[in-house]
């Protein structure tokens, strides 16, 4: 400004353009910004062809095995001209997929967990098969006995099979060599792997747990399953809960002799300096935990970071009165493909899923995922050609008239969420087998009878 | 006869964007999670009306009084715990020496972590066998205890790793002390105060608006603390650590009880209430409050 004057002539047109321009030249801006997003913003990377019935399959597996169902989902779009898949592999697959069917957007065809299965199906979320997969021919003889299972509730079926895998005690070969055990003589009764698991522990000079042979708490993810292997189990016939049967609390007795002998905190210290799973620290890698209960699955990690590690998988040994070598006891995990009821177009989902279920693809899937074929029958080269040296063992697991499946109850989310809790204290020996079981039964009691006065109460409504 | 003072509707229209996304982001889920939390929903099916047979269910539920009394034991300590710290460190860098303005800017850094990275690293710290914690620990001859599988001592972690993020506060009550007349302080020397009594008698009650302040906003992050003892812990040993904001995730995702999950959330809502009414009516009460 020049000194001794306050105004000059077209002062007033400056303060307007000041006050205008910004104004203008934002919005200018944001229309700009938004007529170049629409001319050369990102668009969908799928190439559909025109034409074809549009298929959405919302997969949960990520990463390598993501990648194999990918490869079978482009081969399966090569050799259509009628449908299209459009693939997308996402995490926390129950979560989104119940928003997405709450929200009456589900996609055509989802990769749920088999365990999600029950409670779908009750709230009615899922179209049934029964009818679909008679007609094309997939029928429960062509799976293996331990399949089936996990397709159906309450005598409906639900899903189809993509793949699935059998639980077996892995044993680190080299470990057990070095302490002197014959690898041939592998531990069939928990009394076995007692005295494996004592032969192999090492101590460090002040006393510290250095090595072990076997611990429930590695890795833990199945903190519900040892009743199972003392005969026991978690549901009757009626879907009510068994949890504090006698049989499940000889088992979490024996749990317990583990901290009781070796002492909690020591237990504890010794878990915390192992390492996680899907590293080269896992304890089974690194020999500080001789065994471990895995699925077949496992394989993959020992070729991805010990691949000269020497190992063997047997059936997770039992109770000595449970002993029968023929009819071997372990889980069977599953994940399933399932059509989400409101689906555009259930015939031609239908029809994808029929496509994976030849045997040669589904044979492929597992090989990928490291784990057993979910048939009854195999081709030759699958066995001989498989990744994992023990398969055998897992496919006979499948077939195993004493395998079992997740319990089959809508509130099986809350009955393991109570048993990892009630676990935990035991572990630190502070309740008794007892007391934690007949806690678990109490809650579970309680939900169950919950969930079903609801859906009588629906049922009603419904009348 | 109304009058619309020029520029109304052209301001209406500038804050309609907001406008609709509070209606349609905050009042229309509040409304219908209130709806939900009377009913029986688990979003795969319609709601189905109970009244209030949900917020009833509350009162037999075991874990919900669990998970009210560990979020209750944490927000006891780690309110007056991070008071008493922020309160300290904000003393400390009250000062104009270059090293304080280099002090604020680390005390602060931690908030701008990522909670998920910051608990990733107070995973390995409190680690009973590898951690620094414990190795410090030995180092003046002290065996330390698991951390974190250890009924007890897995709250403890939590509460001290809740310290991490106490740079906002720090900031908050530095501006605070900052603003608190010097000649009140110099009186309250020459008349014989000491420096506790000049703190309690002349400092606290011209910062009691800044301590309030924090004490609602440390109460609401307590009551819904969630990320660290959800990677940390998983709300063991044995539910331990298991707090309200878990136990509410659980019951909407996991166990697929929505209509539950929302009773849950108006409950939170109106202890959390109940929580920040207390230090907002003492000092209203006391004096020197906003």
């Known amino acids: 400004m020049i000194a001794g004057r306050d ?93 997405a069917i709450a929200g009456g957007s589900p996609p055509d ?39 089936w299972p996990l397709l159906t509730h309450e005598g409906r079926q639900w899903s189809m099979i993509s793949t699935c895998g059998s639980l077996a005690l892995y044993l680190n070969l080299d470990v057990l060599e070095s302490a002197g055990i014959d690898p041939a003589s592998t531990p069939r009764t928990l009394d076995d792997l007692d005295e494996m698991n004592e032969r192999i522990i090492e101590r460090s000079s002040d006393g510290k747990l250095e090595r072990m042979g076997f611990l429930h708490t590695e890795p833990g993810w199945w903190s519900w399953i040892w009743g199972y292997h003392f005969g026991g189990s978690l549901l009757d016939s009626t879907g009510a809960p068994t949890a504090d049967a006698p049989k499940n609390v000889a088992a979490y007795e024996w749990v317990r002799s583990y901290p009781e002998r070796f002492g909690s905190r020591e237990l504890l210290a010794f878990q915390s300096g192992l390492g996680f799973y899907g590293t080269a620290q896992y304890p089974f890698l690194t020999g500080k935990v001789a065994s471990v209960v895995q699925g077949p699955w496992m394989a993959n990690l020992i070729n991805a970071f010990a691949p000269s590690l020497r190992y063997r998988a047997v059936p997770i040994p039992v109770d000595v009165g449970e002993l029968d070598a023929a009819a071997p006891v372990g889980l069977i995990d599953g994940d399933v493909l399932v059509i989400p009821k409101g689906a555009k177009h259930p015939e031609a989902s239908f029809e994808f899923i029929t496509w994976l279920q030849e045997r040669a693809r589904l044979e492929r899937l597992a090989a990928a995922h490291g784990k057993n074929t979910p048939l009854r029958e195999t081709s030759t080269g699958f066995v001989e050609n498989h990744s994992n040296g023990s398969i055998a063992v897992h496919n006979a697991l499948a077939s195993s008239p004493r395998a079992f499946v997740f319990p089959r109850t809508s509130v099986w989310p809350r009955y393991v969420s109570e048993f990892d809790a009630a676990f935990q204290g035991l572990w630190l020996g502070e309740q008794t087998p007892r007391a934690m079981l007949s806690g678990i039964q109490q809650t579970m009691v309680r939900e169950i009878a919950k969930e079903r006065g609801g859906r009588r109460r629906r049922e009603q409504s419904a009348s | 006869m109304t009058t619309r003072r020029p520029g109304t509707v052209i301001n209406l229209l500038w804050v309609t964007p907001w406008l609709v996304g509070l209606v349609l982001f905050f009042l229309l889920p509040m409304g219908m999670s209130f709806y939900y939390s009377l009913t029986d ?74 909670l998920v990275a910051a608990a990733m690293i107070w995973l390995w710290l409190f680690n009973s066998d590898h951690g620094l914690i414990n190795a410090g620990l030995s180092w003046v001859g002290v065996n330390g205890p698991n951390w974190l599988q250890e009924r007890g001592w ?67 992050t307590a009551w ?23 136990y509410l995730y659980d019951q909407a995702f996991l166990f697929q009880n929505m209509g539950y999950a929302s009773a849950l959330g108006w409950v939170q809502l109106l202890l959390i209430t109940a929580c920040i009414a207390v230090p907002y009516v003492m000092v209203r009460k006391f004096g020197g409050g906003p």
Do not use: C
């Not at chain 2, 001290?160 to 302080?185: E, N």
């Open chain 2, 154 to 220: 897995a709250m403890a972690a939590l509460i001290v790793m809740s310290l991490w993020s106490v740079g906002q506060a720090v900031v908050i009550y530095l501006a605070a002390l900052q603003d608190v007349p010097s000649a009140l302080v110099d009186a309250a020397s020459i008349d014989g105060l000491g420096p506790v009594r000049r703190f309690v008698s002349v400092v606290l009650p011209t910062i009691a608006p800044a301590v309030v302040f924090n004490t609602i906003i440390q109460t609401i």
């Open chain 2, 41 to 114: 929903y688990s979003m795969l099916e319609v709601p189905l009306w109970i009244a209030f047979d949900n917020y009833a269910a509350l009162f037999g539920d075991s874990v919900f009084w669990l998970a009210v009394r560990n979020t209750l034991i944490y927000a006891a300590i780690s309110i007056p715990l991070a008071a008493i710290v922020s309160l300290g460190i904000a003393g400390l860098l009250d000062t104009d020496h270059p090293v304080s303005h280099v002090v604020r800017v680390l005390v602060f850094a931690p908030t701008v972590v990522p």
């Open chain 1, 7 to 99: 105004t000059l002539p077209g002062d007033n047109v400056l303060a307007t353009v000041h006050r205008v321009w910004p104004r203008r030249t934002a919005i200018g801006g944001l229309v700009a910004s938004a007529g170049g997003l629409l001319l050369f913003g990102p668009r969908p990377s799928d190439d559909v062809p025109a034409g074809r019935v549009i298929l959405d399959y919302w997969e949960k597996w990520t990463g390598a095995e993501g990648e194999a169902m990918r490869l079978l989902v482009d081969e399966f779009n090569r050799t259509q001209d009628t449908i299209y898949v459009r693939y997308l592999a996402i995490n926390s697959i129950d979560q989104k997929a119940m928003i």
């Open chain 1, 109 to 147: 065809v989802i990769g749920l967990w088999n365990f999600n299965v029950p409670s779908y199906a009750e709230a009615g979320a899922l179209l049934p098969l029964d009818d679909l997969a008679a007609s094309a021919g997939l029928s429960r003889e062509r799976y293996a006995d331990a399949v």
């Open chain 2, 224 to 246: 819904q603390v969630f990320a660290t003892p959800y990677i940390m812990t998983e709300g063991g040993p044995d539910r331990s650590t298991y707090f309200y904001s878990h």
